[in-house]
DNA sequence: CATGTTTCGTAGAACGTTCTCCATTGTTAG
DNA sequence: CTAACAATGGAGAACGTTCTACGAAACATG
């Protein structure tokens, strides 16, 4: 109907017209600042509500808060963030802020390209998911903007951070399959492309505590890693190493889920029978586990926990808390069909 | 160590000082606009490297485009989602924009907020995926931003659409459940919540495409539609009300590969083998339904070419392209195991 | 009644860009 | 040599907010 182009936006000033006050006064009651009579307040409310007024952020940017978070993920085909962002959707429910997800996809470059780009874009805070940075990066993006990182275990006094407790879950999947009875337990890691990481992001820290646990049951002997990727390839190819040794492990604890429906996959080409001949077992407790057909034993992190944790320690330092905080959210063991004792003599 | 609050930005007059000229030539610089000499772009270009200027985009969007485009999710945990974005990234790849996405969740006012939200941000564009709205509410955002429409049928004069030509899919499904001997087969489709999308959703163009293909091979007595949702949950409680019918069905259509999932679990409850009592095809063929386990015969969309399309079609409106386009991408069938021939008699 | 002290409201300067004019050069045509 | 014109660079006004000063009431205190 109406032709032409765009029509002008609502501002401030158009505010203050209708109401009969100055800009600065309609500012003050946006902002909830204090010196404003009820009288005022209400005045100013129904202009904007009759206008149909909505903030410019962009304008808002220039001097004050942006009122928007950016979540950057750094792969967005793990079906695990889901979880993680609902949490954090959750947490903030009605408060102003927003929420824009930023794909950064895994290598450092693209990554650290996504975070200035919303840096650029003057956002209040960020978190970060998984990053692969050094400790260094990561401070430094902190003294720019407020960060929450998830899913690496290195602590820092410029930001707060998010951890599961990667070493309690490996044990719980040790111990359960010590407990059926397995002695030779095998795990597939994923393998570090860039020196950025290291010994801070999960797998590292899976890995180590799946051979601290070893270790404490007394299984040393039968410790054996294979480092892959946590894709369904990877898990795939860890698998066909791992059954392709002499000495065949009883059971493989694949470090994610997505990876342990490779080894799935690896069992069913080499006809052996889970968990009769071979247990499996996963981390993330991905949608897919609990499904009937694959039925499998995983780790559970609480995504939803994860994400509204970071949410919440995000806006507390946007709001000034200087003191660094780390969560570590425990995990628990979802046991399904894919573990059992292992075959007789074997 | 540099203790301290936030080190002030550098901006382009910095940039200017250090090449020594106007604020106006660098910004000419920037925007590649007319009349800059070889050499002005030089001592700038300089300048701007060693001091690390980056543009702030909120800054930018108070005059001009902010380079940033939204991407409208409707639901995070839909595993076609990560295809359809790689698309989009990987056609944006050099240029200069950047994509954010914006969770909308699945009702039709929380995509409101999202929308609105996004151009409060002053975003150039904004991709939207599966929205739940009405037409009107479309076109109406329409002559605020550019827009391109993923997945809904109903084209429109003020925004672009990138379909999946549903009926083509359905039609495939169809013709390889009859050619295998299939003259029952059953469709699972998504029960629609608000008003708001109506005719124009994938799933009613693909439950309307089955019909039409059922009667083109003159099955129109095997017609039986059950409307659930596009969960696994749903998936399962629709095939559960259709083993229970007398007449039972030889085979399944699920509308999402989801929901196929579901059908697969009610039919292993059920006793019945796939495909040797009943065949289940999905639609989407995510990520899992290649899993040997599954091994889901499925619709395959190909989410990166429509993401892709999407991503172009932004930009040239953006550009200032007026004429409306209407982008049709044609599926293709993935046969996989959970199709074959109806058993014996029955 | 003179003098503080709140409370309420307004002016107006930022913030970092873009972009429309305008001024100054060369350069070319006559 | 001059008029006309293209090419190049700069001044400065937006854009829509926030927020620091500051003034004017209204009120309390002696």
């Known amino acids: 109907m109406t032709t032409g182009s765009a029509p002008r936006r609502v501002t401030i000033a158009d505010v203050a017209g209708r109401a009969g006050v100055s800009t600065a006064a309609v500012s003050k009651v946006l902002r909830g600042a204090y010196g404003v009579s009820p009288g005022m307040r209400a005045k100013v409310r129904k202009a904007m509500d009759e206008l149909g007024y909505r903030p410019h952020a962009a304008a808002r940017a220039m001097r004050g808060r942006t009122y928007t978070l950016g979540v950057m993920l750094s792969d967005t085909r793990n079906p695990f963030f889901p979880d993680i962002i609902e949490g954090v959707t959750d947490q903030l429910g009605d408060t102003e802020y927003q929420v824009l997800l930023g794909p950064g996809g895994d290598e450092p470059k693209s990554q650290a390209r996504m975070t200035d780009a919303m840096i650029d874009r003057s956002m209040d805070g960020i978190i970060l998911i998984s990053p692969v940075m050094s400790g260094a990066e990561l401070a430094s993006i902190a003294t ?197 004792p292992p075959a007789g003599r074997e």
Chains 1, 2 share one sequence.
């Not at 290291?198 to 040393?220: F, H, I, K, N, T």
């Open 144 to 340: 720019t903007t407020p960060i929450v990182v998830i899913g690496r275990h290195g602590s820092a006094a410029e930001y707060d951070s998010v951890v599961d407790d990667d070493v309690v879950g490996a044990r719980l999947v040790v111990d359960h399959l010590a407990d059926l009875g397995h002695r030779r337990i095998a795990h597939i890691t994923h393998l570090d492309r860039g020196r950025a990481s290291g010994a801070d992001s999960p797998q590292a820290v899976r890995a180590e505590g799946y051979r601290r646990a070893m270790r404490a049951r007394g299984l040393a002997e039968g410790i054996e890693v294979v480092a892959t990727s946590f894709t369904e390839e990877g898990g795939y190819e860890g698998a066909r190493q791992l059954l392709a040794r002499p000495a065949r492990p009883t059971a493989i604890f694949a470090g994610a889920d997505v990876a342990a429906l490779g080894v799935l996959r690896a069992a069913y080409e080499a006809g052996l029978s889970v968990p009769g001949d071979l247990s499996v077992a996963g981390y993330d407790n991905i949608g897919i586990a609990s499904l009937k057909p694959i039925s499998l034993t995983s780790v559970d992190q609480d995504g939803h926990v994860i994400g509204a944790t970071a949410a919440r320690l995000l806006v507390e330092r946007i709001e000034g808390r200087g003191r660094s905080v780390l969560s570590s959210v425990s995990p628990t063991l979802v046991v399904r069909g894919t573990t059992g």
